[in-house]
């Protein structure tokens, strides 16, 4: 079946810095990728998506691109916040119309930074 | 703005006690899902509706029960609750199938229930 693998975290970091949070998949066809980040206390909110293999989804700084070649769809960010400090799933929503709307979750990596 | 709306945000259950988790969305979605939060396992489909009086069971459905009776509302129903049941539980609606969307779902803020 359908799977998504995000890097391990904790992910800690200091105001400024260079932000890689790695996800890969497994998928039949031509999933569309996302993804999500939860802030403390909140439900989850898109980040970004991407659709078709080399699209590159991009929102707030944060940008991703869809890679069918090697099957990831990391997240990066030149210049991380404090404000970004939050969980971020990687997401895939496999094709087909019986797949519609169900997505898979990667397991959440947690990125917290320091002024 | 509402959105979808979940309720209660906190919940304690003694083992054994059945309660239902409230979602709505005024978003005229068809689509409707419940998922649970667990540490390290990321979230996971209980079950879903593609539409009114349409549902089906997604990865963990033991222990749950849902209905569809309306287009806003996917309520989820725990008949006897367990502590394997402490979790978080978010609701989601997407647009509307078939119109060539990408299968975005929006979220409810949560649900935090505890099985003592």
């Known amino acids: 079946g359908d799977s998504v693998t995000q890097m391990e975290g904790p992910v800690t970091l200091s105001e400024e810095a260079f932000l890689t949070i790695n996800c890969t998949y497994t998928a039949t066809g031509y999933p569309s990728l996302f993804w999500y980040v939860q802030y403390p206390g909140e439900g989850l909110q898109l980040l970004l998506k991407a659709t078709k293999a080399d699209d590159k989804g991009s929102n707030k700084g944060f940008e991703a691109t869809y890679r069918k070649e090697t099957t990831s769809f990391h997240l990066e960010k030149g210049s991380v916040q404090v404000s970004d400090s939050a969980v971020y799933f990687c997401?895939?929503?496999?094709?087909?119309?019986?797949?519609?709307?169900?997505?898979?979750f990667g397991q959440g990596t947690i990125l917290t930074v320091h002024p | 703005n509402a959105g979808v709306t979940q309720t209660p945000k906190f919940q304690v259950l003694k083992t054994g006690q059945s309660m239902t988790l409230q979602c709505a969305q005024d978003?005229?979605?068809?689509?409707m899902s419940w998922y649970r939060q667990d540490p390290g396992m990321g979230l996971r489909l209980i079950h879903y509706s593609v539409g009114a009086g349409i549902t089906d069971q997604g990865e963990v459905p033991n222990g749950y029960n849902v209905s569809r009776s309306t287009t806003e509302d996917f309520p989820l129903r725990l008949l006897s609750a367990a502590p394997s049941q402490t979790s978080v539980y978010f609701c989601a609606s997407s647009e509307t199938p078939g119109t060539g969307l990408t299968g975005e779902l929006f979220f409810g803020e949560g649900s935090r229930l505890t099985v003592l």
């Open positions: 978003m005229n979605h068809e689509y």
């Open positions: 997401a895939l929503s496999a094709s087909g119309g019986t797949s519609y709307g169900k997505l898979t």
